[in-house]
Nanobody, 128 residues
Framework: QVQLVESGGGLVQAGGSLRLSCAASGRTFSDYNMGWFRQTPGKEREFVAAINWSGDRTYYTEAVKGRVTIFRDDAKNAAYLQMNSLEPEDTAVYYC?????????????????????WGQGTQVTVSS
């Protein structure tokens, strides 16, 4: 059974930083692309960032480019989202997810349907 557990969320002032972690189990972590999404009340979950299974390609939504870095540590079965220069608009529940496809090569998926396992989410609140 695949499990993803996010941690690292919290309350931070605008301009601050947080590092979110996603601990994975139940699947050979290094064979799958990983993604981070976020959701605010009343809105659909939106893509934030993703990293391919080999760790050499990343993809970000425009709103976070230059402020957010996704990386992975396959030895720890973990993915991370380093978020700097946080803005109130970044306030959301953040979710990590694993790609459905084994070693997907051609593209990095930025839609929910491309991911099959999700964590429970971690709340990030940025105060102004």
């Amino acid at each position: 059974q695949v499990q993803l557990v996010e941690s690292g969320g919290g309350l931070v002032q605008a301009g601050g930083s947080l590092r979110l972690s996603c601990a994975a189990s139940g699947r050979t972590f290094s064979d799958y692309n990983m993604g981070w999404f976020r959701q605010t009340p009343g809105k659909e979950r939106e893509f934030v960032a993703a990293i391919n299974w080999s760790g050499d390609r990343t993809y970000y939504t425009e709103a976070v480019k230059g402020r957010v870095t996704i990386f992975r540590d396959d030895a720890k079965n973990a993915a991370y989202l380093q978020m700097n220069s946080l803005e109130p608009e970044d306030t959301a529940v953040y979710y990590c997810a694993t790609d459905r496809a084994f070693r997907r090569r051609a593209v990095i998926i930025s839609v929910e349907a491309g991911y099959d396992y999700w964590g429970q989410g971690t709340q990030v609140t940025v105060s102004s």
